[in-house]
């Protein structure tokens, strides 16, 4: 019967919202409630959520909720006004960015605020072109879809956009030693910014995100992204660091993943895990840049820089000190990655563990030396995961890296649900002879 009303959704959700609207899983989930690390569906099941990076904090924090609640029974209003909420957000907010990133300005989706910050950095240099990894996604909006590599066939680049091979130390590079390969990648860099000179384009950014999450949460060779960056800006551009997924203390040790770099960007972007949900999300930069691009631009946004934003911004702030959910990043990310070591030595499916904070990844190949990616595995994988009640998903070029992302208040005891349960997956994988 309750089986019956989710394949009944299913159908009508096909029918008002088309046939290619994404969604995850053989079998979708039909969920109805969220708190902290866990997701209730329909049935009433109980699922571990190692995927959400959205709910940062833990889905439907009461600390959020009731702050959401409180400001939305008292004023809502746009940027146009006064507002307390709004100027002592942003003040907290650029307050743990390096100095020289000391302004910001909000939007609602990381789409937006990649737009934004390709404008300002259009605007600021006169430039044009824009170099991203082959494998990017940063949003939907046209001029951020146009970066979009990763989802692009390469004859539909247009003439603003060059990328450079996604800078993989695992993979690395054919016919390249691994302590050359910052070096080989910076050099795809250098190329791109002298195609682009020939064809009479000036450089105006590179756009990257720091952990290099949607290309598979790479271990980016050491030294790579200084060299990269140091060149774009001895060709006039600018560094845009897209932090959408990256940032909020994910990684553990920082609070924005590019502060793990020896480089500091000019223009950041924020999103996701920002609202816990609720969107907000927006782009902090050098008051030169912010200055010089409004004065130029009228930048309203209608729904962003509201109080109930802000409110629920600095709620999603609070709960990262007062639960030191940085530092439980830190030390589940120890636990975690001793465990999935633990499995790769027991499955030669695993090619590579790596991890980020609170992020982690599986990179699964047919054969260790080839390294052929393991795609149809990888994918069944993550439905047995689904039908024994923990959720992750999948990365990288051929979607064969296992995506292994929770809210933030994750820890030890989740983490053994989670190891014993991809244990019992690979085990069933193997007995169902992959
Ligand atoms: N940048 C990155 C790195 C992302 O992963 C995403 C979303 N997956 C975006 C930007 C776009 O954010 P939004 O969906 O909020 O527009």
Known sequence: MQKNTTNELVARRFKVMGQHSPIFYEQPLHLIRGEGVWLYDKQGRQYLDVYNNVPHVGHCHPHVVEALYKQASQLNIHSRYLNDNVVTYLERLTATFDKSLSMAMLTCTGSEANELALRMARYATGAQGVIVTDFAYHGNTESVAEIGTGFMPEAKRTKRVKAFSIPDSYRGLAGVEHEDLAEAYGAQVQQAIDEF??????????????????????????????KAVAKVRKAGGLFIADEVQAGFARTGKHMWAHQAYDVIPDIVTLGKPMGNGHPLAGVVARPDLVESFSAQAMYFNTFS?????????????????????????????????NGLKRLQGKFDLIGDVRSLGMFFALELVLDQKTKQPAIYQAKRLINIMREKGVLISTIGVNDSILK????????????????????????QLNREGH
């Open 197 to 226: 000179e020939e064809q009479g384009i000036k450089v105006a950014a590179i756009l990257v995100c720091p952990d290099f999450a949607n290309e598979g949460l790479l271990t980016v060779p050491k030294g790579f992204l200084e």
């Open 305 to 337: 820089s509201t109080p109930v934003s802000s409110a629920v911004g600095m709620a999603v702030l609070d709960v990262l000190t007062n639960e030191n959910l940085q530092e439980n990043a830190v030390s589940t990310e120890r636990y975690v990655l």
């Open 404 to 427: 292994l992302r929770p809210p933030m208040p994750f820890n030890e005891a989740h983490a053994d649900l989670l190891l014993d349960t991809l244990a019992a997956s690979f085990e």
